[in-house]
Structures are given as C-alpha cells and as structure tokens.
C-alpha cells in the first residue's frame, strides 16, 4: 500500500481524506475541503520525495543553428532547425517542411536582416564571397552562378530495327479506343512494354486519384476553409444581433431517435 | 419504382424525344445563324455577297479574306448575323424608348455644359498667356505652373464631356476609335490597366527584369508581341523555330503626339561557363523609329533602313542543358527632335557579348517606356536554328556541376566488403554486391 501512494500523490490525497473521516472531532465537509485544499501529505510520503520528483527528460529535439555565420556549405546543408519561423529564408536558402532552412549554393552563411523586405524578419542567406554583405543593395544586378559544366553530346547510335533472329526488336500494337502501345523484345523472345511505359498509362485515364495534388495545396485549402468558416460565424453572429435576442429561435439538432422519443413524450 | 411506371418509362422517353426533335426543326427554321452555318458546311466555298464585304454584316467564312483586304470585322459574330437578318433596323441613337431618349438628352445638356467651361478655360489660358512673365504674380515659374495646371484640367474636361456617351463607347469596343482623340486614349489606357498593365509589371518582377537588366522600369505603353501572326503572352516559351524569324510588335501609345522610338532585345541568361556565371547578349536593336498613337503595328522584320536598323535579328536559342532564357524586348523612347547615331550604335556594339541596357541607355540619352518578352529554351529544333545562322554550341551540353560532399570518404560497410581481401579468396565468388560500387550486373562506380 505504502510503495501505490508513493508513486501516486492522488491516491495519497485519497488515503488522507480516508484518515479524516475516521477523526469524528470536526464537520466532515470542512475537513475534506481542508484536505483537498492543503494537499495534506504525512512525513512518511515526504520522505520518499514521490511528488518532487521531476519527469523523465524528454527526447532532444535538436534544434537551433547547425552552421554559424561565414561558415562554409554546400547545397542542401542544413543551417538552422527550428520550430516556426525564427529566422527565414533569404539569398540562397529554401526553407523545407518543418521550417528547416537549407542551403541553395556553394559559399557562406550570412545571417542578417532586410528592412526593405520586411520590417522584422530575420533571415538567413548564403553569399558565393566570403566578404559579401547582406542584403545586397535594391537595384543591383542579382549575383547568379551558372552552376554547369560544358560537355560534348554523344551522337546517338542507330539500332538496328531487325535482331539478328529476324524478328522486330518492337512492335507496336494499335487498339481502337486505346492509346498505342510500344512493346519491346525482351531476353526470353517475349513481347512486352517497358514498365516505365505502363506506369505512363494512367495519366491517360484522366482518372483523379487525390483530391489535392500537394500537400501545400491541401494546407491552403483548410486554411481558406478555415478563414471561410470563421467569416460566416462572424456574419451570423452579426445577424443575430440585428435581429436581436428574443428574434432568436435556436434549433437544437436532434438525433432520429432523440426525436422519436420527444414525439412519443408529446403524444401522451 | 412500380410496375406500371416501370413500363410506361421508356415509353415516355421516347415521347419526350420527339417532342424535342420536332422542337429543334421548329427553331431551324426560324433562326438564320445555324442555316447559314450549315449552308456553309455544306458548301464550302460560296460567292461572297455585297454583305460578305461589309466588316459590320460579315460572315465567319469570309472574315479572312477581309482581314486581308486591310479591313477589321467589327462586333461579335453573333451581332454581324444580327445585323444581316435585319439591315433596316433603326440605328442605336433612334430607339424609340422615352425613357432612353430622355437619359440622352440629360447627358446632351451635361456635354453642352462640360464644351461651355473648356472655351472659358481656353480664353483664360490665352489670357495668362498674353501677360508678361515678369508682369505675372509670383514671377514666370509661377505663370509656368498656371498654365500647366489649366491645360491638365482642359484635357480633363474633354475626355468628361464624352465618357458617358453611349455611342462613344461602343465605337471604342468596336475597336473604331479615333486614337488622336483624347476620350479613346483615355478608354483604351483604362483597358490596359486593367489587366495587360498589371500583367506585364507581375512579368518584370517575377522574372527579375528589373534588377537584372535595368534598375528601373515603368511601363506606359501596350506592348503586344506576335509570332507567326500568334499572340504571344509574355513569358511565354517559344519554339526556337518560331523564334528564327523577329516578330512584330503591337504598339498602343497613350499621349499623344509623334515620336522616335528605340527597340532593343536583349537576353540576360547567356551561359559563361568559364567564369561559372551569366552574360547579356543584344539580339536586336533598331532605332529612329516613328510611332504615334494611331500606327500601332510595329513589325521588326520590316525595318531595313539604314539609319533604323542596327543590329539584324539574331534567333533566340539556348544551348541544352542552360536554363530558360529570358528574352526582354524594351521599347525606349529618344528625346524630342533627338535622332540615334545608328553608326555609332553598330560601331559599339558590333559584338553582341557582354551587353550592357543601362550603359546603352545613358549613351544615347533614351528612356523605357514599354516592356514584352519571351522565354527559350532547348528544343529539338533549336540545333537546326543555330546550323542555320551559324551559331557555335549546338553540340554542347550542359551538366550539372557536382558538388561533393563536405564530409571525407566513408570506409566501405558489411559482410561483403569485409571479405575482399585475398584471405577470402574462396568466398569472392560470392561477394560482389558491394552496396555504392556494385551489384549483380558489375561494376557500377564510374572510374
């Protein structure tokens, strides 16, 4: 019994308020409002140190800067993890799902702010010069890297139509009613289309799979219908007011069986 | 559904069917639109009538021929049709509704009121004028922004004494408006800011035309782009074969008065890949050009003269692998009486490379003042285009340049790489699917 109250401080709470029933010297209301009020607890409990006991750590979660400024990235480094926007995206940076900023370029972080953008953003940028400031003036020309390398294009190699066993390498099979398939001689003789080709097909049903194509367009939606619903409650509220209290009938939604039984309250 | 209704129902379909056949044969008769419609399917190339060759009475069918002949077709369709099963009708002005004739005659007076205050304003201009600078309170900058102030409001004034009048406006949508008239100015600005403005300012923004290529710029003018006769949105990605030839340009000037007009095509986006940077290439510039408010039609194929034409048209192509170029057109306006040496422009700029709007723009004293463009990239025709006009780089590709990791090389992991050395030389035929460097097939690591 002693090991239960200790981990739990109601269950303590309890057992102190079983013990003031047993004293008959005071009005039992009050001695249960006293107990409940005081958080009686006796040495016995105190000296276990149940109730002071903090809770476990949590899992670390992680966050704040990965890069500090003027130090070196590469695309796709992460700089900073955070929750919400604590600091934004500038030159150079997206910011990815969970507010994470990324780096976009080769070159260094810069963190800074840009009043002409937004009076009080902080952002983070990555500039190609270990000396460049942020943010670059407003009607500068924007620093670009191209970011390529120049290769020769391979001329392609003609295959041949016919394999050496005199059959077609691919046919082309026309079904009214259907889009052309390609099929292709396979290893074993076969025929078949490429499966790359049969993943293509569905776009050709004109089926729709996901009502939202991305998840940023499902989030703006529930967003609009947030903002939707909030602007007709607003409206409502309004015309209850013109109307004022006693215009007010308020029709309280029912279930079938809750309706039956108000019928059947009525008839008798 | 019951028995009864279950039997009667197609029944009653087919009844219902019928009804709306015969219904569609009843309206066939009355209508000309859909007889005539079908007449012309069914014949296809008929005479033309005295009608065919009117714009206000013309036929889809000869709409082309008209167009050719240098005459617009005026209104929708569906009104020239209108108008051929009933050419006597009254004309708009006459309708005999008391009500309209009564709201015309309101709006008369309110014109006869707006022509009384502009010949009072003109008189006092004349007489402000007629005073001596030095005679005039507040001196002659004083008198100067009299005078500016009284003609704004003249202008003003004009275009009220017609905004309301119904007949006006419906030559304007007719697209009869006598551009040298400030009320069709004034209706076709208005059209512009509408949409097409806000359009194009969206277009220098998001394309970063503004940083990039010029600090500033405003658009005033409607700047239209055609290829091949085809309206081109701005921004649009066009075919590189399409883009060989210049196109033409629609101009809408919205203050009056003759100008000279500067065009220049410039591309921001060419690749540098020894710097791993871009540069701007001019592809076109021709100047002195004369434009009005009435000439709208400013096709760049056409200019040829000596003193006009600069630097001839060079196709827009982007090697494969570039990202999108950006094709800006600028139309800059020369100062009044002012001329472009055109020498001197082909002088400077005789190599296209390394092209600079800004510098050209305080060189020759020009300011923007109309904005369209275009986008290329490579296409299967673009190799073709740049055999064609001798353009070097078609058989160059490029590749994303890799950026390696930061982190070192990690040593290889697992059962198999652990067993590579000649300890397990029995076991070899078994390990060679080394995760990042084979798999069943070979040897996957490019050397």
Redesign the interface.
Known sequence: MRSLIAQRPIMAALSGLSRVCINRTAPIGAQLANSLVQGQRYASVKSQGAYKKKSKRGIPKKLGAKRTGDQYVIPGNIIYKQRGTLWWPGENCIMGRDFTIHAMATGYVKYYRDPARHPDRKYIGVTFEKDDVLPYPAHAERKRKLGRTAHQIRPEVAQPEISPSGIPFQITRVEKGEPDRLLRLRKDYSYREDNWRIGRLVQTTGLKIKRFRTRKQYFRHRRWRREREIEGQRKAAQRREELGDDAVKVVKQLSKKALKKAKKAGRK | MSRCQSVARPLARQLQQRSVQQCLAIRSFNTTSSQLNAAASAAPVAEPTPLDLDPNTVLPEFEDALIKAGKMPVGSRRRRVALRSNPNSLPFEQLPYQAFQEARKILAADREQKVAKIKEEVEKIARVEAVEDSQFRGGPKMKATRLASLRKYVEELKIKADVNDPIVKKRFEDGLGDMNKPIYRYYAEKKWRSYDQRLITQRISQF?I???II??LVPTADVQLYFRKAKVAPGEIVDSIVSENPPRLRVQLFNPGERLVTVVVVDPDV???EN???FKRCHYIAANIPLSPTDTSLPLSKIKGDDQLALPWLPAVAQ???PYHRMAIFLLEQLPGERVDVAKVKELYASRDKFSLKSFQSKFRVRPFGFNMFRSVWDENTAAVMARHGLPGA???????R????KGPVKLRGWEAKRQGPKYRQLWKYTKRIRGLSNARGWTKRK
């Open positions: 970063h503004v940083p990039d600090p500033k690749p540098d890949v791993d940077a871009f494969k692998g570039s058989d160059i590709e490029l590749r994303t340049a950026v390696h990791s930061l």
